[in-house]
Every structure is written in C-alpha cells, then in structure tokens.
C-alpha cells in the first residue's frame, strides 16, 4: 500500500524560505517518479515539480520554475521541495504525489496522479 505523509508547512514571510518533506512507504522513490502538486483556497490543484525515477531529471511547472527545488534521499525513501524567494501567491496546500510509475510526463498530469497524500499547509503572510 503506498503512503505519502508530507510535513513542513507553516506561516511564513514573503521572500523566505520552507523546506516540505514527503515521507513514502509503499514504493521506492529512487525508481519512481514523484512529484510535488499545490491547491491554493479556491483554486485547482496545480502541478509543481516532478522527479524522475528513470534518470533523475527534474522539471518545473513555470510558477515553480527557478524558485522551488524537488530532490529525495533514496536511504530515508524521502522526496523534499525547497521554497525560496517565497510570495503570498504560494499559499496554498502541498502535496506529494506519484503515479507509481518511472517517468514524469507532463508536470501538469502531477496534479492529479493516482496516489497523493493528505498535504501540508503552507501560509505566507507579513
């Protein structure tokens, strides 16, 4: 049964930084693609960020891109996502999500990948 618990979300300033991690069980996370989506108050889920599981390549959705960083610990089978230069646009819910398959596809598809876990509220706010 795969399982995906995210922790790391709080209130955080404009412009810093949050680190959000993503415990798995169920699957490796060194040969699957996992992947990072977001639901903002009164928004649809948007995909993020996704690893691949075949060769490690990382892609960005545009909002991401240059600003938040995907990577994973293959000995704790973590999967993390590094926030900088954070806006209150990121408000939102986090979360970890894979489809249980090697490669990523499209970043958007991430939204809606077969497993996700229950997420991790990010708030920023002066």
């Known amino acids: 049964q795969v399982q995906l618990v995210e922790s790391g979300g709080g209130l955080v300033h404009p412009g810093g930084s949050l680190t959000l991690s993503c415990d798995v069980s169920g699957l490796s996370v060194n040969s699957n693609a996992m992947a990072w989506a977001r639901q903002a108050p009164g928004k649809q889920r948007e995909g993020l960020s996704c690893?691949?599981?075949?060769?490690?390549?990382?892609w960005y959705a545009a909002s991401a891109n240059g600003r938040f960083t995907i990577s994973r610990d293959n000995d704790k089978n973590k999967v993390y996502l590094q926030l900088d230069h954070i806006t209150p646009e990121d408000t939102a819910v986090y979360y970890c999500?894979?489809?249980?398959?090697?490669?990523?596809?499209?970043?958007?598809?991430?939204?809606?990948?077969?497993?996700r876990g229950r997420g991790t509220q990010v708030t920023v706010s002066s």
């Open positions: 999500t894979t489809a249980g398959l090697p490669g990523c596809g499209v970043v958007s598809d991430t939204a809606t990948y077969e497993y």
């Open positions: 690893l691949s599981g075949v060769d490690g390549s990382q």
